[in-house]
Every structure is written in structure tokens, then in C-alpha cells.
């Protein structure tokens, strides 16, 4: 890879993506920055992905209402100017909790962007789970799922 050169993006640069009831505007991919990866998400309550796990460092950073964000054991709201690390491999979620939230998610090397095409072209605005899994597992990402509970 060659090494990257200074960029901008505007708003007219990006078309948003349908991933998991949002729309996400890929800012910048590890094609264009070498490394790190930066997504604007937007979306209405209820919006988010299902729990999941993979290699890249993951962080959010609230510009308008709340998210509530799932990682490992722990559950956090995050809201209007707060910050929160999930570190790779960490199996998490969020949930927009607000009537609408925008926030920034930052990835510490490539893999999102893709997936987030590969969603948007394959499932678009459906919920449809296996097919995201399907998708997921392209992609380094993988779904967490629940164990029933021991009798």
C-alpha cells in the first residue's frame, strides 16, 4: 500500500449505508488512512446491531442523544459528549436509546467499512439475522449468541 495522502471529506462525499436499522456514512476506510477507520451514525431508538465480536478496537463518541452499549459484562449509557473504548475481540452491542441519535465510531484498523458495504448491499434496511451472520463471517465479525440457561 502506498503511503496515504491528506484528505477531506464533505457531506457530499458519502452516501449513508443501511446497517441494523441506521444509517451509517463511512468517513474514512483503511484504504484512504492506512490504519484507522471512522463511520457517522445516525439512526431512530431501538436501532443497532445484534451482539458480536471482532479483531479491531472499537470506540464511540456521542454527538446527539444516547446510546446504550453492551460490552462484555458491563452495560453503559453514553451519551452527548462522552467517549467509550470497546477493545477488539470484546463480544458487545449498543442500542440507541434516544427518539434519534448521531454519533462517531472509530476502528483501530480496517475490516468495518467493508462489512458495512457488504450489509448494506446484501440486507439494506431488513433485520434479517442469518443473513447478517452470513455476511458477518466474510468479514472477521461474529455473532455472539446466547446460552440457554442450565437447568
Known sequence: MSKPE???VTPNDHQPLRVAGEAVSVLADAERTGSV??????????AGPPPH??????????????IEVLSGDR???V????????PGGTAH????????????SFNSRGGAAA???DIDRTVGDTIDIPKMIQ???RHAVHAVVAQPPTP
Open 37 to 46: 477507520e471512522l463511520f457517522l451514525h445516525e439512526g431512530p431508538e431501538g
Open 115 to 117: 462489512f458495512f458495504r
Open 75 to 77: 452495560t453503559q449509557t
Open 79 to 86: 451519551k452527548h459528549g462522552e467517549f467509550m473504548f470497546v
Open 93 to 104: 452491542m449498543f442500542r440507541i436509546k434516544t427518539a434519534r441519535a448521531r454519533f462517531l
Open 6 to 8: 491528506p484528505f477531506v
Open 135 to 137: 455476511v458477518a463471517s
Open 53 to 66: 465480536f471482532h479483531p479491531w478496537d472499537e470506540s464511540y463518541y456521542v454527538l446527539e442523544g444516547a
